[in-house]
């Protein structure tokens, strides 16, 4: 051992085999050694035991019953599997680059009970389950006896109850956002599809609902709007505390125009209120009315008659002697952002002899 030693302080160990290539021949004879090492490993007959963790999904229940108590559902389940090191070994490399496993077990409905209860998965039910869907690589494995694949928990299970049916309707509750974009405008009323969704809920709860109006809003996010046109978007419903909606969500339809300047000049000017005996001239005797409209409403004749007036009234009152104030009696809905330019017109009021 102390030769040894000397041999390795003072090289003479490492330059035996670096001398004619003899580390080549040692690197050989390491790499036989791991592999027949690797074979016996592999072909142990006592065998391995591999854990892989499911991630479970919670069930999806039929809309009239409802999860009460999942203390007892588990989010993962594992599953050992004990086999010879060569199918675990395949295994192994086949799942590289593969993602983590997820299920969703399937509710056997007939299974549920009118008055609500407790739904059990027991283990003979979740290695059926397990390995037809994610683990299927698993059953395909030479495995010697039922034992070699054990489930943790073995069985799993949650509470249930039925719920009650009623009937809502939905209004819109949301807000809309045209951005930068004022000249945007809705051309029509707001439409819902559906205009009311099934509702359930524990029967207390759904009472209580019912009594309160039975009546349910979309969600108040901001609907943004970008181009005229129509759109139609899926906003979901909000519901109170205890209550389900189905469908949870709804199609908002809008239709919007974008809106244009417009003007005219007018000298049709109305003046009423004129008392008997006297005469009113104004100047300047036209006006231009300046005002936003539906882009493709643009040119039609008969959009927009304001029907401008002036009250004569005002004219004997001390605080109105320079000017009159000109008055727009009817704005057509379609119609946005009026100016009158001038707005006040000077008057020339006589009386006749």
């Known amino acids: 051992m102390i030769g040894l030693r000397r041999r390795l302080r003072e090289g003479r160990f490492t ?39 499911v991630q479970l999904d919670k069930p999806i ?4 019953y409802r999860m009460t108590d999942l203390s007892q559902y588990p989010e993962v389940v ?20 593969r993602s983590s496993y997820r299920v969703r077990p399937t509710v056997d409905t007939t299974q549920l009970l ?6 059990r998965l027991r283990e003979a039910d979740l290695k059926r389950l397990l390995l ?33 049916e009623g009937k809502a309707e939905v209004l819109f509750g949301s807000q809309i956002d045209f951005g930068g974009h004022r000249n945007f405008k809705l051309s029509d009323t707001i439409s819902l599809i559906p205009s009311s969704v099934r509702v359930f809920g524990v029967k207390s709860d759904l009472e209580d609902f019912m009594a309160a109006g039975g009546v349910l809003t979309t969600d108040t996010i901001g609907l943004r709007i970008d181009n005229p046109g129509r759109d139609t978007i899926r906003v979901a419903v909000v519901t109170p505390s205890g209550i389900d909606a189905r469908p949870d969500s709804v199609d908002v339809i809008l239709k919007t125009n974008e809106l244009v300047y417009h003007s005219f000049t007018t000298s049709d000017i109305e003046i009423r209120n004129l008392p008997a005996g006297y005469d009113l001239t104004l100047l300047p005797m036209q006006v231009t ?25 005002e004219a ?23 100016q009158v330019v001038p707005d006040r017109l000077d008057f020339i009021l006589r009386e006749r002899k």
């Open 114 to 119: 009118t008055e609500g209860g407790q739904y």
């Open 316 to 338: 004997f009152d001390e605080a109105n002697r320079k000017s009159l104030v000109l008055h727009v009696d009817k704005i057509p809905s379609q119609v946005d952002m009026i």
């Open 78 to 97: 594992y599953v050992k599997v004990h086999a010879k090191g060569g199918a675990l070994l395949r295994y192994t490399i086949n799942q590289i680059g």
């Open 289 to 313: 009315v300046t005002y936003l409209v539906p882009k493709d409403r643009v040119g039609e004749k008969t959009l927009f008659d304001p029907r401008l007036y002036i009250d004569a009234r």
């Open 132 to 164: 037809s869907k994610p683990l299927h690589d698993i059953s395909r494995m030479d495995l010697n006896t039922a034992t070699d694949v054990t489930i943790f928990p073995e069985d799993i299970s949650f509470s249930y109850e039925p719920l009650s």
């Open 15 to 53: 330059a035996y085999f670096m001398r004619d290539r003899r580390w080549v021949a040692l690197s050989i004879c390491l790499l036989i050694s791991v592999f027949f090492w690797i074979v016996a490993a592999i072909d142990d007959p006592r065998g391995y035991t591999k854990e892989v963790a």
């Open 61 to 64: 229940l039929p809309t009239n």
